[in-house]
């Protein structure tokens, strides 16, 4: 088992930078994939970027040159920078975790989620 805990979330103006934190705990080394997604207020959640445990990276077009996902091994933390912020990025980001069980069980885990806005 895991436990993913986010956190950097705030308010910011449009065109500022913010960087996302997700801190796993527990049996860190079963975690062969990190995401970040942010769900808006009446739309539906929306996968951003991807990490391996590789460190192989992945993004979706909509973030994809504004938004860089990394990771910190040592620390179990993956990272979210999020460059050139606009109001439409203001969501509850949250971070989720494929967990191998076992060589035949896949578990999910994800974070409480924290906040950002983004002001005009």
């Known amino acids: 088992q895991v436990q993913l805990v986010e956190s950097g979330g705030g308010l910011v103006q449009a065109g500022e930078s913010l960087r996302l934190s997700c801190a796993a705990s527990?049996?860190?080394?079963?975690?062969?994939?990190t995401d970040w997604y942010r769900q808006a207020p009446g739309k539906e959640r929306e996968l951003l970027a991807a990490i391996t445990s590789s460190g192989t990276a992945s993004y979706e077009d909509s973030v994809k040159g504004r938004f860089t996902i990394s990771r910190d091994s040592a620390k179990s933390t993956v990272y979210l920078f999020m460059n050139n912020l606009t109001p439409e990025d203001t969501a509850v980001y949250s971070c989720?975790?494929?967990?191998?069980?076992?060589?035949?069980?896949?578990?999910?885990?994800w974070g409480q989620g924290t906040q950002v806005t983004v002001s005009s």
């Open positions: 527990g049996n860190v080394a079963n975690i062969y994939n």
């Open positions: 989720h975790a494929d967990y191998r069980h076992s060589d035949t069980e896949i578990r999910n885990f």
